[in-house]
């Protein structure tokens, strides 16, 4: 849910320099036309089945306490998925000894956005790394990012990148819009070479395990790991005591081993560490440490420590509220009394033009005749605000646009001016703030808005059926939402009472007949985002039951499935969907989009086999919707054509590039225009031919080569622009080619 701003390839401007001499990794000179894949060839199926050679610190803390013990600068490394040099980067360059060599001199961190593993801890809480970049989770590499970005990026999110930052935080160096990788490995062996400090090196063996706990270098945390994994009692509780007596190094994953294990006592003196571990990344174990069963005393403590580690980690204030105020019931939606109260009774459908206004007549004739009567000002405003919201009233008055948005504009203000001549004489508060709140939504005026439906709700009777509360329980809803958004992005304190009211409001909904799927998942984001997932899962299910066509409520679905079972799960929770005699063809298109997912995942973890059969599944899935719902087949052929597209992508990989060239021609025969979209793994189709086309040009395949440029041609007659760059790879003309030294 964080905001970024645009990664930029570090060889966008190669697109502008088609004719410009470049050299090779072999130092060679690209043959026109392919130089940008001879440069950066993309990693093959058994390249990225190699490990990652070079050891990247999981935390910027934990890199700069390494730095200062062992006098070794820190190394900045950003990569990209999809993007060509960062691919090459990461599939090759990052698993070659020779390369690996050139960066032990320094202390490594890898930054990247891009998720490859869906989760980061098995349910025993052991490390699963990140297939990509091997040492540190797929979490540590994304968390890393925004604090890397607002210390040394100057406001500009490139990849790949490579900045030398020294002991007082200063930088020597950022290497980016390199021409080739040999600059950059020279950037980086002569930052070694022309530093006046010399690290001397350190044995880190010679001490005993349990020293070794307070020591925050990756390869000392690995070992303690495995040691607490492999170990008897005794040296568990050896590991465990010492973490408690060094809380300012962090033994996060050490003390997770401990709380996801079968001995409780074990995980009892685990919380008793982790409620005095001083670091912010300690805020995700203590809230999932918060879900199980323990005494009050040390539930209290660890709050206690959720709130203390606010002053570092807006993420740790945020777990802190939401655990304390989740406890509480909301003072302004009685949630309970309205689930009681509410019998399935809301009819409400969009007025009609002339029954709306002969009751706006007789309002207006009622309150004329009784000036001080409240209750036909109300009905004057009611009248008018439902004349102006139905849009068969405006469309009644003319046919003109201009002339009908004039007329509701006028209808607007009538009901205004009728709300608050109520208010003067004494009107129902809360029917008077539930008009100007709607009135206010109708005009864009959000803030005010949501400040008139705070103010009407706690007045409205629970289990109304009028749908002008509702309508203002889902502003009041959203409202709250937005300042708990607002307040954690700014790092603010927040009341609990926040998330209360919203979840009851969102509850009630959920229940009311005029309830939505985009307010069952609206509360599902907030719930999952703020890290109540348990309640987060009940309120996705429930949606789902009420929705089951929602594609909003099938997004949700897939991230927590995918983060709880993994792919493997997710196709077999849709092929479980699909067995029921009740499916629908729609969720034969949920399914095969689930598929796509799923592949992905595989894909990121080096497993073709297995990305190759959910494609399959996928593509027979989209087949038989196309089939089914005719009328959609133009979107079920642009995931088809994405599917062959990927299948080609393999096939390179695979260095089978007969078969590459047969799944291009399948994908853009199947759908041209989709020949340059994206997938999640930030490739088209476009730039497998691109990839295709260095490879076939340096194996010297002129027959393959002939027909691939003849498909490319046809996308050409068609749109021209097909051909271009991705977006990220256009964005650098005129910037300067490669390296900043300070």
């Given amino acids: 849910m964080r905001p970024h701003t645009p990664i ?35 990693p093959t199926a058994e390249d990225w089945a190699k490990p990652v050679l070079i050891e990247f610190e999981r935390t910027w803390e934990d890199a700069v306490a390494v730095s200062r013990e062992t006098g070794k600068p820190v190394l900045v490394c950003v990569n990209m998925d999809g993007e060509v040099a960062s691919e090459h980067y990461a599939g090759i360059r990052y698993r070659q000894p020779e390369i690996a060599k050139l960066y032990e001199p320094y202390v490594c961190v890898i930054a990247s956005v891009y998720r490859h593993n869906h989760r980061d801890h098995d349910e025993h809480g052991h490390r699963i790394p990140c297939p990509r970049f091997g040492s540190v989770t797929c979490g540590e590499h994304i968390a890393i990012e925004p604090l890397l970005f607002e210390k040394y990026m100057d406001g500009q999110r490139i990849a790949p990148r490579h900045i030398m930052v020294e002991l ?121 440490a918060l879900r199980v069963p323990m005494e009050g005393e040390q539930r209290e403590a660890l709050l206690a420590r959720l709130s203390a580690l606010g002053d570092k980690s807006p993420q740790a204030k945020t777990l802190a509220v939401v655990h304390r105020g989740l406890a509480t019931r909301s003072d302004a939606v009685d949630a309970e009394t309205w689930t009681k109260d509410m019998n399935g009774g809301a009819s409400y459908r969009a007025p009609d033009a002339g029954q709306v206004a002969d009751a706006l007549d007789r309002a207006a004739t009622a309150a004329a005749g009784q000036p001080a009567d409240a209750a036909s000002r109300l009905a004057v405003a009611e009248a008018s605000l439902a004349l102006a919201i139905g849009p068969e009233a405006s469309a009644a008055v003319s046919s003109d646009p201009r002339t009908a948005a004039k007329y509701t504009a006028l209808l607007f203000e009538d009901a205004q001016r009728a709300a608050l001549e109520a208010r003067a004489i004494g009107g129902e508060e809360w029917r008077i703030e539930t008009l100007l709140a709607l009135i ?76 939505t799927d985009i307010q069952f998942a609206s509360h ?50 849709y092929d479980a969907w699909l067995a029921e005699p009740n499916a629908t063809p729609q969720l034969r298109w949920f399914a095969g989009y689930a598929g796509i997912v799923a592949a992905e995942f595989h894909r990121r973890r080096n497993r073709s086999e297995e990305a190759a059969a959910a494609y399959a599944r996928a593509l027979t899935l989209f087949d038989e919707f196309a089939e089914t719902v005719p009328e959609d087949r133009d979107g079920a052929d642009h995931f088809a054509a994405l599917i062959l597209g990927a299948r080609a992508r393999l096939a390179l990989e695979a260095s089978d590039l007969d078969g590459c060239l047969a799944s291009l021609r399948a994908s853009f025969a199947r759908r041209p225009m989709s020949a340059a979209s994206l997938d999640g793994l930030n490739l088209s189709a476009m730039d497998t031919a691109r990839m295709l086309r260095g490879r076939l040009v340096a194996e010297e395949r002129s027959g393959l080569l002939t027909a691939l440029d003849a498909e490319t041609e046809k996308l050409r007659a068609i749109n021209p622009s097909l051909l271009d760059l991705p977006a990220y790879e256009r964005g650098a003309a005129g910037q300067g080619p490669g390296r900043r030294n300070r």
């Fill in 8 to 42: 930029v390839s570090t060889i966008a401007l190669l697109a502008t320099l088609a004719t410009a001499p470049a050299q090779d990794t072999q130092g060679a000179a690209p043959q026109q036309g392919s130089q940008r894949e001879r440069m950066w060839p993309a």
């Fill in 168 to 288: 007082d935080g200063s930088e020597t160096y950022d290497v980016f819009y390199a021409f080739d990788t040999q600059s950059v490995f020279d950037a980086i062996d002569g930052g070694i070479a022309n530093r006046a400090t010399k690290p001397e090196p350190i044995v880190r063996g010679d001490r005993s395990l349990v020293e070794r706990v307070a020591s925050r270098a990756i390869e000392d945390r690995r070992a303690v790991e495995q040691a607490y994994a492999e170990g008897d009692r005794e040296l568990k509780e050896a590991l465990l005591a010492a973490a408690g007596e060094h809380p300012d190094a962090a033994p996060v994953d050490l003390l997770r081993l401990a709380v996801f294990g079968l001995d409780e006592d074990l995980a009892a003196r685990a919380r008793d560490a982790l409620a005095k571990v001083d670091d912010a990344g300690a805020a995700e174990l203590i809230a999932e």
């Fill in 440 to 515: 206010a939504a109708q005009r864009g005026q959000a803030e005010e808005a949501f400040a008139h439906a705070e103010k009407a709700v706690p007045g409205i009777p629970p289990g109304t059926t009028d749908w002008k509360a509702i309508r203002t329980l889902a502003l009041f809803a959203e409202g709250r939402h937005r300042q708990i958004v607002a307040a954690a992005r700014a790092k603010q304190d927040w009341p609990g009472s926040w998330l209360n009211d919203a979840s009851a409001a969102y509850s009630v909904l959920g229940e009311h007949p005029l309830g």
């Fill in 524 to 573: 599902y984001d907030l719930l999952a985002h703020l890290g109540a997932r348990g309640r987060a899962g009940r309120v996705l299910d429930a949606g789902l039951r009420r929705f089951p066509g929602s594609a909003t409520l099938h997004d949700c679905l897939r991230q927590r499935t995918l983060r709880e079972r993994g792919p493997d799960g997710l196709i077999e929770v």
